[in-house]
C-alpha cells in the first residue's frame, strides 16, 4: 500500500515537473540575448515608431479612445530597454545594463516631450477619464507589471514567437503613463507629471525585476571577465544599481499597498454608513500620506445631526480606518462648494449601479425632480382654489434624528372643501405629481 502511495505522488511529481518545465520549448540563449539586445536601442526606425506611438497614444487620451490608446501601445517598443536591463543584471552584463538604462532614459525623455508639444497644441484641455487613470498608481498596476513582466520575458526566450509581447505591452501600459506626464507638463500640473512618472518608474522596475528572475531561473550563463579585479568591479557596479532601483521601488510598492487598502476600507465604510434615505453624498475625496489619513465628503438633502456624526466617526475603526479625519460638509458649507455636475453624475452613478442588481427596479428619487406647474389644471377642476403653495418639505421629527421628506399642497380656498372633495383634491395630486404622499392644508381667503 505504501508502495503505490509512492508511486501516485512520483507519477504526480512527473507530470507537473514536465508540464511546468520552461526549459521545454527554450531558444538558444545567444539568440534570446541578441534579440533583446537589439530591441534595447532606440535609434532610426525603432525612435520614430516611439515617436508616432505617443501621437497616437495622446489622441487616444484627448479624446478618451480606449482602442486608440490600446493600438498605440501594440505600436510601442518600450519594453525592449527594460527588458535588456533584466537581462544585462542577471547576467552580469554591466554593458546592457548601460546601454538599456541609457535607451529607457533617452526614450522617456522624446515621448514626455512628444506629448507635452501634442497637448500644448490640442484645442482639447481637458483630462478624461483614461488620462485621470495613468495619475497614480495602484497595487493592481505593481500586480500587472510583475506578472506582465514575467510573461513577457518568458515569451522571448521561447524559440516559437507568440503574441504575447503585444498582449505584456497593453497589460503594462507603459506609453499612456508619458503622455500623462506629457499632459502634465503641457498643463503646467504638476501633480499629474509626478504621479505618471512615479506609475511609469513603477512598472519599469517590476518589469525589470520579473525579468532578472526569469533570466536566473533558466540559468542564463554570466559573463566572465579574464581579470578577476574587473569581474569584480562590475559585479560591485551591478548590486549598487540593483539596491538603488530596488530598495526604493519596495518602499514605493508598500507605500501603493496600504494606500489601496485605505481606499477600499473608506468606500466601503461610505457605502455602508452613508446609506440615509433623504441624504446623499454627491462628492467623496480620500486622502492618504504618511502623516494624514482623511475622508472628505459632500453631502445633500436632510443634514446629518452632530450626534450622527459623532457615531459615523466612531465607526471607522470597525473598518480599520483608525487616525482618519471624517470631513463632511452639509448644509450652507456645501451649498457653497455644490458642483451640479456632481449631482447629475452622483445620481446616474446611482441609477446606473440599481441596474446592474438582477430582479431590482430602479426607482428615481421623486423628491430630485422639479415640481410640474399645475395652475391652468387647478382652475377648471377646483374653481375653489384661488392661490396655493406646492414645495417638497422636510419633516424634523424630535424623537428621532431621522428626518422625512413630502409635498407639501397649502391653498387658500372661497369655502373649505368637504371631507370628500378634500380627499378627491389630494388623490388628484398624487396622481398628478407622480407621489405617494401630500399633505394639503386649506384656509378660508
Same mark, same amino acid.
Given at each position: ?49 516611439? &515617436?508616432?506611438?505617443?501621437? $497616437? +497614444? ?7 479612445? *480606449? @482602442?486608440?490608446?490600446?493600438? =498605440? !501601445? ?90 504575447? &509581447?503585444?498582449?505584456?505591452? $497593453? +497589460? ?7 503622455? *500623462? @506626464?506629457?499632459?502634465?507638463? =503641457? !498643463? ?34 554570466k559573463k566572465h571577465f579574464e581579470d578577476p579585479g574587473v569581474e569584480k568591479k562590475v559585479s560591485r557596479y551591478i548590486l549598487i544599481s540593483v539596491l538603488v532601483t530596488i530598495i526604493p521601488s519596495i518602499y514605493l510598492a508598500y507605500g501603493i499597498v496600504q494606500k489601496s487598502i485605505f481606499e477600499s476600507n473608506a468606500q ?178
Open positions: 500500500m505504501e508502495n503505490k502511495s509512492d508511486d501516485i505522488r512520483g507519477a504526480i511529481k512527473i507530470f507537473i515537473a514536465k508540464r511546468f518545465n520552461l526549459h521545454i520549448d527554450k531558444a538558444n540563449e545567444s539568440e534570446v540575448v541578441d534579440s533583446i539586445s537589439r530591441n534595447s536601442i532606440f535609434v532610426g526606425g525603432p525612435l520614430w515608431t516611439l &515617436i508616432f506611438a505617443i501621437i $497616437i +497614444a495622446s489622441v487616444g487620451l484627448n479624446v478618451n479612445s *480606449t @482602442a486608440v490608446i490600446i493600438g =498605440a !501601445m501594440l505600436i510601442s517598443p518600450l519594453m525592449g530597454p527594460i527588458m535588456g536591463i533584466g537581462l544585462g543584471i542577471g547576467t552580469n552584463d554591466f554593458e546592457l545594463v548601460k546601454k538599456g538604462g541609457r535607451n529607457l532614459l533617452i526614450a522617456t525623455i522624446i515621448s514626455i516631450i512628444t506629448s507635452t508639444i501634442y497637448f500644448y497644441i490640442t484645442p482639447l484641455h481637458e483630462a478624461q477619464s483614461e488620462l485621470l487613470a495613468r495619475t497614480t498608481p495602484s497595487i493592481w498596476d505593481v500586480f500587472i507589471a510583475f506578472t506582465g513582466g514575467l510573461a513577457g520575458i518568458i515569451a522571448a526566450t521561447r524559440r516559437e514567437k507568440s503574441n504575447v &509581447i503585444p498582449g505584456v505591452a $497593453i +497589460a503594462t501600459a507603459l506609453m499612456p503613463p508619458l503622455c *500623462t @506626464a506629457g499632459y502634465g507638463l =503641457a !498643463m503646467g500640473n504638476w501633480l499629474y507629471f509626478f504621479g505618471a512618472l512615479y506609475l511609469f518608474f513603477i512598472n519599469s522596475i517590476f518589469i525589470c525585476i520579473s525579468t532578472y528572475l526569469i533570466v536566473r531561473f533558466l540559468k542564463f550563463d466601503t465604510f461610505i457605502r455602508e454608513q452613508f446609506n440615509f434615505k433623504t441624504t446623499q453624498v454627491i462628492n467623496r475625496n480620500l486622502r492618504y500620506s504618511k502623516g494624514e489619513k482623511e475622508i472628505d465628503l459632500l453631502l445633500i438633502g436632510a443634514e446629518l445631526p452632530q450626534q450622527l456624526i459623532n457615531t459615523l466617526k466612531g465607526n471607522l475603526k470597525k473598518y480599520k480606518l483608525e487616525g482618519t479625519n471624517l470631513k463632511i460638509r452639509q448644509g450652507l458649507n456645501a451649498r457653497q462648494e455644490i458642483d451640479f455636475s456632481q449631482i447629475k453624475a452622483s445620481i446616474m452613478e446611482d441609477v446606473f449601479k440599481k441596474e446592474q442588481q438582477p430582479g431590482k427596479t430602479v426607482k428615481i428619487d421623486k423628491f430630485s425632480q422639479p415640481l410640474p406647474e399645475i395652475r391652468a389644471e387647478l382652475i377648471p377642476l377646483f374653481p375653489e382654489i384661488k392661490s396655493y403653495v406646492l414645495s417638497h418639505v422636510i419633516i424634523n421629527r424630535l424623537d428621532t434624528p431621522i428626518k422625512d421628506t413630502l409635498t407639501l399642497f397649502s391653498a387658500e380656498v372661497s369655502k373649505v372643501p368637504t371631507a370628500t372633495n378634500q380627499l378627491r383634491i389630494r388623490s388628484w395630486l398624487k396622481e398628478r405629481l407622480k407621489v405617494d404622499t401630500v399633505k394639503t392644508i386649506f384656509e378660508p381667503k
